[in-house]
């Protein structure tokens, strides 16, 4: 659906067990990193707005980049065998994290460039507790970050790709994209105001 609005939609296939959390983020890193370095000669449009989204365990992995591994951070700060390249020379920090029925936020967060989040879940969720999103969203307003929570009524888990109602999901979840983009569109507004 995000290409259907006119975005430039790359997939990570996250891995798992056996590596570490940390090699997880950095790969995710690496990804947002290669998409910069390479947009201009691959011609991708709309450089000025970079998201990074996750749903369920997807979140860990979104949020893990943006704790950790943001801006001028190179594997190298973690792995002493590891020779940083042109692309880690790349900034990697994010303008919006799209993050869909995510597990818990460390909001105790190192990296001080939180990216504008918009947020997303559904209130009878049993696999996540709901209550992780109230909680990111209400730290990020207290904090004084740029947040939109969109709790969908009814909705179960995995509704992630924007499954139609037919589909046996709750009336809503086949909406979320479109209200993802008017809040980056929102936010690209913004942020052209205060540069």
């Known amino acids: 659906l995000l290409l259907s609005l006119g975005y430039n939609f790359f997939l990570l296939q996250r891995r798992v067990e056996p590596y570490s959390e940390m090699d997880i983020f950095m790969d995710f890193q690496r990804l947002i990193r290669l998409v ?4 201009a000669q691959e011609g991708y449009g709309g450089q000025d707005m970079f998201a990074g989204l996750g749903w369920s365990g997807g ?3 979104l949020f893990g980049v943006i704790n950790y591994c943001y801006g001028d951070i190179t594997p190298a700060d973690f792995d002493s065998e590891y020779i940083p390249d042109e692309i880690d020379a790349v900034n ?3 303008d919006a994290a ?3 029925y995510g597990m818990g936020y460390n909001m105790e967060a190192l990296n001080k460039n939180l990216p504008a989040f918009y947020i997303c879940a559904g209130t009878i969720d049993t696999t996540v507790d709901p209550q992780n999103s109230y909680d990111l969203y209400d730290w990020l307003v207290e ?3 740029d947040a939109q929570l969109n709790m969908i009524e009814g909705a179960e888990h995995g509704f992630g790709v924007g499954l139609a109602p037919a589909t046996g999901q709750a009336p809503g979840t086949d909406e979320w994209p ?3 983009d008017e809040f980056m569109q929102a936010h690209l507004r913004y942020q052209e105001q205060h540069y």
């Open 98 to 100: 799209l993050a869909l």
């Open 36 to 39: 910069k370095y390479h947009a």
């Open 143 to 145: 904090n004084g970050y």
């Open 178 to 180: 479109m209200h993802a």
């Open 92 to 94: 990697s920090d994010l």
């Open 59 to 61: 979140c860990r992995t």
